[in-house]
């Protein structure tokens, strides 16, 4: 009788403390990136803290959900190719699903070279988005939504 009830109680603990970790990031502040409307398009802009290069992500979606292929555009000053991906702050590491793919010509008016990506983020929560062009590095901060 002693056995069942300390395995009932060590399996209620541990439901807690899995639903606890769950939890605990979404219940983290998450400082996110701040995107205003670009000038003339319906889209979202917003500049990336960055090591000294200039820095602008365009999203194509908003809010980005988890879950849904969201494209983003990077413009970034520098000489070398763009590489990104995307952090959260638990650990988990996504790359992007497509990209990032160089565009030639662009609407979107940003100091820099442009490169188009997606990211399906697996689940919600605060995500850095973060690229790196030689030596220089940007982040975004997206709170990313439930489906």
């Avoid at 205003?36 to 979202?44: E, I, K, S, V, Y």
């Avoid at 983003?72 to 590491?93: H, K």
Wanted: aromatic share 10%; hydrophobic share 40%; glycine share 8%.
């Amino acid at each position: 009788m002693r056995i069942r009830l300390c395995l009932t109680l060590l399996n209620a603990l541990c439901a807690m403390l899995s639903f606890t970790e769950a939890n605990a990031e979404s219940a983290q502040p998450c400082p996110v990136t701040s995107f205003q409307r670009a000038n003339g398009m319906q889209l979202l802009e917003g500049r990336g803290a960055s090591s000294g290069e200039t820095a602008w992500a365009l999203l194509f979606g908003f809010p980005v959900r988890a879950k849904l292929e969201e494209k983003i555009v990077i413009r970034m000053t520098g000489r070398s190719d763009l590489s990104v991906y995307a952090r959260r702050s638990s650990g988990t590491v996504v790359r992007s699903s497509w990209g990032p793919v160089r565009h030639l010509s662009s609407k979107w008016h940003r100091p820099g070279d442009e490169w188009g990506m997606a990211f399906t983020f697996p689940n919600a929560g605060c995500w850095d988005v973060h690229a790196t062009r030689g030596s220089a590095f940007a982040d975004w901060r997206l709170q990313v939504q439930r489906m």
